[in-house]
């Protein structure tokens, strides 16, 4: 049994939690809340148990900006984020819809201070109206931060709406049993990201999927560098351009491309492919693997990786310069 002097003791030992304003911690939210957010990730995927990949700031739709453009790691599902100081308002539910029909989202993601009611049950509505098998869903999230006595400060991701039998749904969407090939893929570049991470600090790890490319953000929205396997037994390094409409594409491009001497005597000889009947631009670098992945031999993986590693560093390190001043 405690005795009542040993209670007070324990009692005096334990902090206090307290509620810190979030514009004493984040000054602006496009300039300070955003960033964080971006690097912090990982947070609000495991309050929402997705894996949230791949995620640009600042992508641009029409003459807007949404927030975060990512994707969901198991279904490649496109996610956005819009987030917001205060209270959520009319101003941000209309972005909401403009940016999802922007980007082609299906998980829409809104975090704001405080939500009005009308504004969660304006989300509840859709979440119980569209048609499940779309896999459209829509959440909102209420953001606090937290201190203990002069402990840094925590974020605390209230999820005010969900959709439906969430859990369900992210079953119905995970991938179906993958391939041999693409068993190949994922041990591949499983391995890849292990050692660009060792490579380059600072990089926001990305995570490998059964697949036969891999990309990270380029530094501004549509772009991506990717390590891709192509036809003819190649393995690229490349920047990939889909803003999602062709002109921009091309428009992106070409004044990349205005710049050819001067990258190349920097990263050496590129492919530079405008790709006519496609969407998409894209400037590459190839590696001949000797194979297919399905015949390519583990004991080839070791070099291949090497080689993909360090072209990397020094492609995305020159090429990212230009496009973000595209």
């Known amino acids: 049994m405690i005795e009542r002097k040993d209670y007070q003791m324990i009692r005096k030992e334990l902090g206090r939690k307290k509620l810190v304003a979030i514009r004493d911690v984040f000054e602006k939210e496009g300039r300070d809340f955003t960033p964080w957010l971006n690097n912090n990730l990982d947070i609000l995927s495991d309050k929402l148990n997705i894996d949230i990949i791949d ?8 003459d807007f900006s949404c927030d975060i453009v990512a994707r969901e790691a198991n279904s490649n599902r496109i996610i956005i984020i819009e987030n917001q100081f205060g209270q959520s308002d009319h101003d941000h539910l209309g972005k909401i819809f403009t940016y999802a029909a922007g980007t082609d989202a299906k998980i829409v993601i809104w975090i ?31 953001i606090e931060l937290f201190q203990i ?3 840094p400060v925590a974020p605390d991701f209230n999820v005010v709406v ?29 391995k890849l990201v292990d050692e660009y991470s060792k490579a380059n600090p600072s990089w926001n790890k990305v995570k490998a999927l059964p697949q036969s490319w891999l990309g990270f953000g380029g530094g501004r929205g549509g772009l991506a560098f990717n390590w891709a396997f192509r036809s003819r037994n190649r393995l690229s390094v490349e920047l990939y351009i889909d ?17 050819r001497k001067e990258i190349e005597d920097r990263v050496g000889e590129l492919s530079w492919e405008k790709l006519e009947a496609k ?6 670098v190839y590696r001949d693997v000797g194979s297919s992945m399905k015949a390519l031999p583990e004991t080839e993986y070791p ?24």
């Open 303 to 326: 070099k291949i990786i090497e080689w993909a590693v360090s072209t990397m560093r020094q492609f995305s390190n020159v090429l990212s310069n230009y496009a973000k001043n595209v």
């Open 112 to 142: 704001a201070e405080t939500f009005r009611e009308e504004h969660k049950r304006t989300l509840e509505w859709l979440n119980e109206n569209v048609d499940p098998g779309s896999g459209l869903s829509f959440f909102g999230i209420e």
């Open 279 to 284: 969407r998409a631009c894209r400037i590459a």
């Open 243 to 259: 803003t999602g409409e062709k002109s921009e594409n091309e428009r992106i491009f070409e004044e990349i491309e205005s710049n």
């Open 149 to 151: 006595e002069d402990s």
């Open 162 to 190: 969900r959709p439906n039998e969430w859990e369900r749904t992210i079953k119905v969407f995970s991938p179906k049993p993958t391939s041999e090939v693409n068993k190949k893929y994922l041990e591949f570049f499983s």
């Open 55 to 62: 995620s640009n700031i600042e992508k641009g739709v029409g």
